[in-house]
């Protein structure tokens, strides 16, 4: 079984994160890391690659840095990594992104089938979730997002998530090959250890180009936008802040201001 | 823009009642319309009567209802359902609530239309003949004006984005049944198990004006947490930690990987306002935080800081509610 992880370059959130004056986040403040919640997509992979004698193929699309997302990834237990570096991806929207990726995962099954593409269930720098779902129309294979379980059925050829939403729980199911987003509740991932940060100094990173992968410039990047950011602004900090130490009236004065701002 | 009709995804319940952010959605469609038609599209089964009247105060012209001989929850299904509708109406604009599931539905319209996506707007105008949303990002504490540059919009509005009004005039709308062509895609996927979730009696959290949430503080008691939101009126949250004790459940959660809530009024009780809980709220109108450490990050945040015990804070404040109320 061979699969195929999309992981994404983010600035840390526990870090000062920012938007430049295109609008965009900006990605080159140095405190960059594998998207957490990718964490949980490669562990997936690597847990069904295990049961089912797979292997697992980690693949970004970002600038330079976004290297070091893959090679965590190497690090954790994937086999192989792919980085699809070009100038013309910057400023992509998650449609471009999912159009970029679509073409490395097309270009990785014509050399050898791939069999299922995991993600996370979204990035937490734009957080849209939008990504998953996309990247399973424009390969034209079933998407099953926010699996919170995920299992497979090699017999069967299916794959099987049960998923959370707002209002309902769900169990879906589909044929392979097929994309699937999980949740952090899918599993705990495993922290790289020695062996493994070894090891992935010997594994293979593959830098793809837009024109190794046939993909036209003007579909992605700010080229292929459709959406402007036309202004971008820190909130301003909130004003007339109140900051009490209980002595006792606490909730009779919190209930009197609740009252006082019309809130209650 | 161009006066072309506005369609609304009308979200609601198994027993078709409308879920309360479509009312904020109407009356943002009829901002942006600027006199052309709003029309609600009805997927699924339930029985749309229910709606009606709100729809009709709303203003909408007509409800599209698809009938598909497949799951009408798979999100593929509604996506071929709309597909279909945005050309047939020729609408320049779909709105949606910002959930997980309307979320699946714009990402394959993207895909298969060629229409640019917002998710999570608070806010829509017209600008220069074209459609600008207002986004807060990077966890509340941005805020973003974005426009859509293609020919068709596709945009999900959190709820309490805007507050809802009634149509100057009433409409009845007409129900027009369309039957979907149900794409080849669509039926590779199958929905073998869907469990809706009780109502829990409290407003729902994603849309309820007021949330009072417990964090690791309560240390599983969610009593004085209940007790304040009751007064209050208001929904239940916690966060991650309170969801996998095991206290409440998982739906409760808050943040970046739960719920994404915006009330006019947040209320956070031994909740420490971690970054991941802090993406899934910030963004709300007034901020209470009662937390026995007063270096908790929260503080930070709060337009209103209580250094105390929740035990003691919270069940005096929802009393001295309770009796203020009964005063008028
Ligand atoms: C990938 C990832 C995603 C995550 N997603 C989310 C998410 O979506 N939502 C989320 O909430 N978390 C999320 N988390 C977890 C998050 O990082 C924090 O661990 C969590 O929010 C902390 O919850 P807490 O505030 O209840 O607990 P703590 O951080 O332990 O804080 C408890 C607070 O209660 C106070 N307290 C204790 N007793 C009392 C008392 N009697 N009265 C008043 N105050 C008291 C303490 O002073 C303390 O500040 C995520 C983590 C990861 C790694």
Known sequence: ?264 | MTATPVLVLLDHAADGTLRPPVRELLTLARTVADGAPVHGVWAGTADVAPALPVLAAQGVAAVHRLVADADPHLSSVVADGLGQLLDATGAGLLLLVSSFESKEVAARLAVRTGAGVVTDADGLEVVDGRLVALKTVLAGTWSTRCAITTPVALVTVKANAVPAADAPAPTEPAVVDVPVQVSATSRRVQLVERTERPASGRPDLGSAHVVVVGGRGTEGDFSPVEDLADALGGAVGATRVATDEGWIGHDAQIGQTGVTVAPRLYVGAGVSGAVHHRGGMQASGTIVAVNADADAPIFEIADYGIVGDLFTVLPQAAAEVRRLRAQG
């Open chain 1, 1 to 264: 079984m061979r699969i195929v992880v999309c992981v994404k370059f983010v600035p840390d959130i526990q870090s000062d994160r920012q938007l430049g004056p295109d609008g965009r986040v900006v990605r080159d403040l140095g405190d960059g890391t594998l998207n957490e919640l990718d964490e949980n997509a490669v562990e997936a992979a690597l847990t069904l690659a295990e049961e089912h004698d797979g292997e697992v193929v980690v693949l970004t699309v970002g600038p330079d840095d976004a290297v070091d997302a893959v090679r965590k990834g190497l690090q954790m237990g994937a086999a192989q990594a792919v980085h699809v570096l070009d100038d013309d991806v910057a400023g992509s929207d998650a449609i471009g992104t999912a159009t970029v990726l679509a073409a490395a995962v097309r270009h990785l099954h014509a050399a050898e089938p791939v069999d299922l593409v995991v993600t996370g269930m979204a990035g937490l720098d734009g957080l849209t979730s939008l990504l998953p779902t996309a990247l399973g129309e424009l390969l034209d294979l079933p998407s099953l997002p926010l699996a919170a379980r995920l299992t497979v059925d090699p017999a069967a050829g299916t794959v099987t998530v049960e998923r959370q939403l707002d209002h309902a729980s769900e169990t879906l199911t589909a044929p392979l090959p097929a994309v699937v987003s999980v949740t952090d509740q899918a599993n705990a991932p495993r922290y790289p250890n020695f062996k493994g940060i070894m090891a992935a100094k010997k594994k293979p990173v593959t830098t793809l180009t837009l024109a190794d992968l046939g993909v036209d410039p003007a579909t992605v990047g700010t080229a292929g936008a459709r959406t402007q950011v036309l202004a971008a602004a820190p909130r301003p900090p909130r004003e007339d802040r109140v900051l009490v130490q209980d002595t006792g009236d606490a909730g009779t004065r919190l209930a009197a201001w609740l009252v006082e701002q019309k809130l209650v």
